[in-house]
């Protein structure tokens, strides 16, 4: 598990402090697109961490729903 926090000076969209990189994500094509997105538009690392957790995120919502309630109906 991943486990990503920041400074509070990083703005965030009311994310938790856990975040959970599910590994479902890397079989799909814009995982690497949102990752490679935010890593070119500069910044310091705690930035684009940060950024890359919330568009992630919601990237992975958007794609593949809540994953862990889908895990919990099975």
Partial sequence: MLNLTTSPDVKRKGLKNSYHFEEAWLQN?????????????????????????????EWGKDTFGKVPKIIKKF
Avoid at 31 to 50: F, R, T
Wanted: aromatic residues 6%.
């Fill in 29 to 57: 094509d814009g995982c690497a697109k949102v990752v490679d997105n935010i890593w070119h538009k500069g910044g310091s690392m705690e930035v684009n961490l940060a950024w890359v957790r919330e568009e992630l995120v």
